[in-house]
């Protein structure tokens, strides 16, 4: 492994001393597949050779040269010359998407580019590598902690503004995108409460379609009081608390018949639970543990939140917001309007089977079965026409590129490298999650790209930049820990 | 142990990346339907349309053919402005159904629609010598019928409805079935196979080529011909002399049980069934008042009358309550009861004596003697053992023969008369029966089947319509000879006396042609609805004979009027292929017989 010979390193002491080979040539069979399934997806019997520039395989292919010459720029650059001009590059690119609103053009319902001549750019995609440039500097200097709701204010400010712009330029999807950085804060200590709240909102929002409320309640007690050990231990306790709470719901329950009342479980559930409330608040006041409090919230604004996703799914998304979320859950199936796209291209998946249909036979693929094929929709391609295999493969690659960026991150000595990497981790990581989440039905359409894979010259661009300078500054960090 | 920030990130990271994983196994690898969704997107099976089995007669000739014909398609989205009158001109309809049509089609489709079916050849040569973008004409098979006639033995072809689709996946909406008549009973046989071509298509459905190289496709498999037992020329008479006249005629060769000839009048002309014309001529012979398409020969259920009498002739001869020199007074009728009055005639008579005058009186003897036999006890007992008799000869059930449509007739039964006499009736209440009167109910083909029996002189075979199918073999029920409960040395002195009736002295001696040996019997029998029917049952020649046959007219008259003559005549035909009675032609065809009950 040539980027972790030190000696090679040290003693070659060239441009390319230090670089993660792994990495290059990950992007590189990456950017090949790309091209190839972009080929692939415009493919006719009338089609040239992959070569041409009028196609769009040809242009994706100008424009992976393009990349390359950059990164190699990249590489030339000195490192500290990123963390220099890390605030000027995010104030351009910040202008450049206040610019769209006046010189910017509108496609697919995005108001979000820019034309230079014949060229037009998506300046959201750049935007998004000059935030994590951004953030790690301001979270590399001096006064920042991210305990300290000022400083978390400012990361909030650097991340919000351009999510915000772009939300007006009506281009969701990118806008969601800048979520990702929670990724990087979750490894530079953002406190755990977050992710907590995050994913039993995620968890609450999916099993409230599908789960009866008594039993998610249930749910929602056992998975709070199983949070609550993994704080404060005391299995032993929590086990007659549980127990406690069973007792009294039967008890509740039989006393209720008796008085000829039939109470649902719901009902027994929750005065059970107004019973025990004493043996909380003495095992609290006990053991001198103030959290249990915090836990007692959780619960109880979980519950409300339960009772609230029906009131918001009814009276605040707009329809077809709903028919999106009701189709991706199963609960219809509108395979003509709203579900068009994604039933087509699960369609397309579907029918690859174990080693796929082979290299320009996919019939979905070839006769135009999947609309955006070439941009939103390129794993569909992948999945019909290489199969199981080929969408594994092509999945190991993205994790094995994502964990090979987070590993450039631990590396680095300062928290700007850090920062930085881990950002371009949760931005691929983001992508290609929910880019290829939409294309197989586990995830709303939301139309951002996958990288490296989807046509389109700004954000292969783009995505090749993000990743040169990790490459680059990890190149630093070889060398310094070898001085 | 604690895990880093790093490291909880690198789980999550992998189990995303496994959920991922999973999903795609499930959609790539177990659920098997998004393969078979991915066909219907993007495959579409041609259908190719075999060209029908042909049906020729006994001889050779054609029954039944296959032609061409060709559907008007449409492409809509091609469709380019165009001189419709002259298009209208071409396919010869009116404008504005031929703008509803191309309406109905729509507009934006690339997918072929049929705008209007079965269109002729000629229309096609026609249609071609113009250039109509987006139009184009699709091949498929017709049927015609060369003798445009025999209707209710042909059958016709028609679009199969949504009953028989679902109940057999072979037919799709829009295809081709048998209806009635041989078209339908061998359906499987005629129709072949068809093939299936299937095509790649894209999401506009444009075609973009053969799938996997063809390696799916079929070739249609053409149906089989199938050569009937009918004799055309025989069958074309039959229908000529029956012209005017409702009723039926059967003929069977007795050795083998092939139904030469299956006449139901009137008749329709099957052609007037296909094509576009169809509905409006469907619904026209299913208004008319003779109704046309009702296949008497073996749906009606006549009286036999007389031509009954020798049955129970040979049931008394089985049971041992007559024999043939048995003689019986006969004073103008049989008095005992209600009586059956009888016409005049030498008396005391024999048994073929009777059949040669076809005496009532006698009959009534010997039916009263059967069922009131000491050995039975019972009236009830007797007359059940009347009627597995008749059960055995084919009479009061299906014969099972190949011809779709038959039914029973009426037999009627002991609980029948016990139901309508409150169990108080003897034999003098059924008594009519016995010449083949009141309840009783017979179709033209049991009784031509039974005349056949006779003149096997014991057994029929059961009467079917297809001698032969090309390549492949007949049903083998129709080659074993099935025996009646009567022993075969009783039929000989039925025979005798049908041949004196003919060639000596009797009823039918105006049937004779010299040399062929007719046997004959003569019926009259009586109905509610008006005159009485005229029917004749016989066969020839008398030694090894060739045909049987029964002509049935409804409100006829006599039998030996209107009956015998045409049955006479088509004996001839048959046996001779000659007539030598023009004179006789003529005065059947001359013959007006009025039917108030059908013409209003």
């Not at chain 1, 996958?450 to 040169?468: D, H, R, T």
């Not at chain 2, 139009?135 to 060369?146: A, E, G, L």
Request: charged share 20%.
């Amino acid at each position: 492994m040539l980027s972790d010979s030190g000696n090679y390193v040290r003693r070659e002491g060239a441009i390319f001393a230090g670089v993660d080979w792994w990495t290059v040539w990950i992007y590189l069979a990456l950017v090949l597949f790309g091209i190839i399934s972009i080929y692939a997806s415009i493919y006719n019997e009338h089609s040239h050779s992959i070569f041409a520039l009028s196609q769009k395989s040809g242009s994706q292919m100008m424009w992976a040269g393009i990349s390359i010459v950059l990164g190699v720029v990249i590489l030339l650059v000195d490192s500290k010359y990123y963390h220099y001009i890390a605030y000027q590059a995010y104030a351009a690119t910040i202008l450049l998407l206040l610019l769209t609103f006046v010189f910017g053009r509108t496609i697919n319902g995005a108001h979000s580019w820019i034309s230079f001549g014949p060229v037009s750019v998506q300046p959201v995609e750049f935007a998004k590598l000059t935030t994590a440039l951004a953030l790690g500097k301001y979270m590399g200097g001096y006064g920042f902690n991210i305990a300290r709701m000022k400083s978390l204010s400012r990361v909030g400010l650097i991340v919000g503004l351009p999510a915000l712009i772009v939300c007006a330029q009506n281009d969701t999807g990118s806008a969601m995108v800048f979520s990702s950085f929670l990724f990087m804060l979750c490894r530079e200590g953002f406190t755990a409460w977050v992710y907590l709240v995050l994913g039993m909102i995620m968890f609450l929002s999916v099993s409230s379609f599908f789960v009866e409320p008594a039993a998610l309640y249930v749910v929602i007690f056992l998975i709070v009081v199983a949070i609550e050990t993994h704080y404060n231990g005391m299995m032993k306790q929590k086990v007659i608390y549980v127990a406690s709470v069973i007792m009294a719901m039967l008890v509740i329950f039989f006393v209720g018949l008796v008085f000829g009342r039939f109470l649902s479980m719901m009902n027994a559930f929750m005065l059970a639970l107004t019973a025990t409330l004493p043996l909380v608040a003495v095992y609290a006041v006990r053991h001198k543990l103030r959290n249990v409090v915090v836990f007692v919230i959780f619960f109880i604004a979980s519950l409300m939140f339960v009772t609230s996703v029906d009131y918001v799914f009814d009276n605040v998304l707009r329809p077809h917001q709903q028919h999106r979320i009701l189709d991706l859950l199963g609960l219809e199936n509108d395979v003509k309007g709203a579900g068009y796209n994604v039933n087509q291209s699960k369609i397309a998946i579907g029918s690859g089977g174990v080693l796929g249909k082979g290299f320009l036979q996919g019939t979905q693929t070839k006769f135009d079965f999947v609309p955006e094929q070439s941009t939103d929709f390129i794993f569909s391609t992948v999945g019909e026409e290489w199969g199981f295999v080929g969408s594994i493969a092509v999945l190991a690659l993205f994790v094995a590129l994502i964990f090979r960026v987070m590993r450039m991150g631990d590396r680095q000595r300062d928290t700007f490298g850090r920062v930085y990497c881990y950002g371009v981790a949760g931005v691929f990581f983001f992508h290609v999650l929910v880019n290829i989440g939409m294309t197989i039905g586990l995830i709303p359409v939301i139309g951002i790209p996958l990288p490296f894979f989807s046509y389109g010259g700004s954000s292969l661009v783009a995505f090749s930049m993000m990743l040169f300078i990790a490459i680059r500054l990890n190149c630093n960090a070889q060398y310094q820990n070898w001085q | 142990m604690e895990l880093s920030r790093g490291n909880s990130l690198r789980i999550f990271v992998v189990l995303v990346a496994m959920v991922i994983a999973g999903r795609l196994f499930y959609l790539q690898i177990i659920d098997s339907k998004y393969k078979e969704y991915a066909n219907n997107n993007a495959l579409r099976p041609i259908v190719l349309n075999p060209p029908r089995g042909e049906i020729y007669d006994r001889n050779g000739l054609f029954l039944a053919q296959s032609r061409e014909a060709y559907d008007l398609m449409v492409i809509p989205r091609d469709v380019k402005p165009f001189d419709t009158l002259e298009m209208c001109r071409i396919i010869g309809v009116e404008k504005e159904e031929f703008v509803h049509q191309l309406k109905r089609a729509g507009r934006s489709s690339r997918r072929p629609v049929v705008l209007f079916k079965l269109l002729d050849k000629e229309v096609k040569m026609k249609f071609e010598e113009h250039t109509f973008p987006g139009f184009f004409t699709q091949y498929r098979t017709i049927r015609s019928y060369p003798f445009h006639t025999g209707g209710n033995i042909l059958g016709y072809v028609g679009e199969v409805n949504d009953n028989t689709i679902k109940n057999d996946s072979y037919y799709k909406r829009g295809d081709y079935v048998g209806m009635t008549g041989i078209e339908r009973a061998y359906e499987t046989v005629l129709r072949g196979r068809k093939g299936v071509r299937m095509e790649l298509v894209d999401v506009h459905g444009m075609p973009k080529g053969a799938y996997a190289d063809g390696l799916y496709d079929t070739l249609a498999v053409p149906g089989v011909s199938i050569t009937s037992t009918i004799d055309a020329r025989l069958q074309l008479l039959g229908e000529e002399l029956m012209e005017g006249k409702v009723g039926s005629i059967v003929a069977i060769e007795p050795k083998t049980g092939e139904i030469l000839m299956m006449v139901s009048s009137p008749t329709y002309n099957p052609d007037e069934l296909i094509g576009r014309d169809r509905s409006r001529n469907y619904l026209k012979l299913l208004r008319e008042p003779r109704r046309p398409l009702y296949n008497r020969a073996v749906m009606a259920s006549y009286p036999p009358g007389s031509t009954f009498k020798l049955s129970t002739g040979l049931i008394g001869l089985q049971e041992g309550v007559l024999v043939p020199s048995q003689r019986y007074v006969c004073n103008s009728g049989y008095y005992v009861g209600r009586g059956v009055k009888c016409h005049y005639h030498d008396s005391p008579l024999d048994l073929r004596y009777s059949i040669q005058t076809s005496c009532n009186t006698y009959y009534c003897y010997v039916f009263r003697n059967i069922l009131d036999n000491k050995a039975y006890g019972d009236v009830k007992v007797g007359f059940d053992v009347w009627r597995d008799y008749l059960l055995s000869m084919g009479f009061g059930r299906r014969l099972d023969s190949d011809f779709s449509g038959e039914l029973k007739g009426n037999l009627p039964t002991t609980e029948f008369y016990d139901r309508v006499y409150n169990g108080r009736w003897n034999s003098l209440t059924a008594i009519s029966l016995s010449i083949g009167q009141g309840e009783i109910g017979v179709t033209p083909l049991q009784l031509a089947n039974f005349t056949a029996t006779i003149a096997n002189r014991g057994y029929y075979k059961i009467p079917h319509i297809i001698k032969s199918i090309e390549g492949g073999q007949i049903d083998s029920r129709f080659s074993v000879p099935n025996y009646t409960n009567i022993d075969p040395k009783h039929y000989q002195v039925i025979a005798e006396g049908m041949y004196r009736a003919v060639n000596v002295e009797g009823t039918a001696v105006r049937a004779a042609v010299k040399g062929l040996d007719i046997c004959g019997k003569t019926g009259t029998a009586e109905n509610g609805r008006g005159r009485d029917h005229s029917t004749f049952a016989c066969f020839a020649p008398y030694k090894d004979p060739k045909i049987a046959m029964s002509v049935y007219v409804e409100h006829g008259g006599f039998g030996a009027t209107v009956a015998m003559p045409i049955a006479s005549l088509l004996m001839e035909q048959y046996l001779t292929d000659t007539i030598t009675r023009p004179e006789l032609v003529e005065y059947v065809k001359r013959m007006i017989i009025d039917y108030p009950q059908y013409d209003k």
